[in-house]
């Protein structure tokens, strides 16, 4: 299984980015798919989190009402809103598929937020 993020950036506070993370050699369809997220000095945490078995999305409160997960089966890929972004959003942002036992991940594309 290989997850690729993209859409990455260096950009504004107040700006938006929208990420993707496309899914080869499993579907996405019955994972549990999500994003989070590593700033310089500080541990992985989860951003969006969407539950396939219980049909629900977690966000982290720090998210909550900017940020929305998404995903488009077709394309095997999830995306990440990301809007009115602030300079503490800054981080290496990571593409997770739980299925089962088994935790992928991908290699991670940087957001710069500048204030």
């Known amino acids: 299984v290989q997850l690729v993020e993209s859409g990455g950036g260096l950009v504004q506070a107040g700006d938006s980015l929208r990420l993707s993370c496309t899914a080869s050699?499993?579907?996405?369809?019955?994972?549990?798919m999500g994003w989070y997220r590593q700033a310089p000095g500080k541990e992985r945490e989860s951003v969006a989190v969407f539950s396939w078995r219980g049909g629900t999305t977690y966000y982290a409160d720090s998210v909550k009402g900017r940020f929305t997960i998404s995903r488009e089966n077709a394309e095997n890929t999830v995306y990440l809103e990301m809007n009115s972004l602030k300079a503490e959003d800054t981080a290496i942002y990571y593409c997770?598929?739980?299925?089962?036992?088994?935790?992928?991940w991908g290699r991670g594309t940087q957001v710069t937020v500048s204030s």
């Open positions: 997770n598929l739980h299925v089962s036992v088994y935790d992928y």
């Open positions: 050699g499993r579907s996405i369809v019955g994972s549990d």
